[in-house]
């Protein structure tokens, strides 16, 4: 069975501070894909990286950067110099195929405020 | 990139009375839809896997006959909350996906649903 864990409920740092979101999942397929999302308060989710399971190089874009470690099963998400534009919850998900389609579950979600 | 619309974005209705929500796969053929909840707060949770032209696929857990879906064709899938409670008060989203792209989902902006 399929699970993401996102133990950070809550994080709140200053404009600037770096901050690292976890994500940690589970899965007996070998196949599998890894996304984060950012929610903002107008509820639309906001697609920002797609990992697959056979690709553990690390991705950086802009100030975003994700760090993929299957041995660890963690796919963390950190912000560099952050801002307070940055402020939403944002969701760890894993699609792993099931009955010749794949299907997707997200993680509780952390929500982040970034104060000014 | 590919776009998903639903309509309505939000929709208050009574006690007792049935709701239909559409989402629609504006620029590509979507064979799989799927519908998701979220509680304020909380996380997406799937409710179900509709694919075009079959019965949708329902998560444990959630009623069939209360929550209907429909997905008569490529790009529109409906779902249509039936004799609404304020317990049915969620945040509703669907999401898409292209045929042959068996990890990619393309997510709608949600449709916020008050029953009164």
């Known amino acids: 069975a399929q699970k993401v864990t996102q133990a950070q409920t809550e994080i709140s740092v200053v404009e600037k501070e770096d901050v690292t979101l976890d994500c940690v999942y589970e899965t007996r397929d070998t196949t599998y894909y890894l996304f984060w999302y950012k929610q903002p308060p107008s509820g639309e989710l906001v697609f920002l990286i797609r990992?697959?399971?056979?690709?553990?190089q690390n991705e950086i874009s802009g100030r975003y950067s994700w760090n993929f470690q299957k041995s660890t099963s963690s796919f963390n998400f950190t912000i560099t110099a952050s801002q307070v534009v940055d402020s939403a919850v944002y969701f760890c998900a894993l699609s792993e195929a099931t009955g010749g389609g794949f299907k997707t579950i997200f993680g509780a979600g952390t929500r982040l405020f970034v104060k000014a | 990139g590919a776009v998903v619309s639903q309509h309505p974005s939000w929709v208050i209705c009574k006690s007792g009375t049935s709701v239909k929500i559409e989402c629609r796969s504006l620029?590509?053929?979507?064979?799989?839809m799927f519908w998701y909840r979220q509680f304020p707060k909380q996380s997406l949770m799937l409710m179900a896997t509709s694919n075009e032209g079959s019965k949708a696929t329902y998560e444990q857990g959630v009623e069939k006959d209360k929550f209907l879906i429909n997905h008569a064709s490529l790009t529109l899938s409906t779902l249509t909350v039936t004799s609404a409670h304020p317990e049915d008060s969620s945040f509703y989203i669907c999401?898409?996906?292209?045929?042959?792209?068996?990890?990619?989902?393309?997510f709608g902006p949600g449709t916020r649903l008050t029953v009164t």
């Open positions: 620029d590509f053929q979507a064979t799989t």
């Open positions: 999401s898409a996906r292209e045929p042959g792209l068996r990890y990619e989902q393309y």
């Open positions: 990992r697959n399971s056979f690709d553990e």
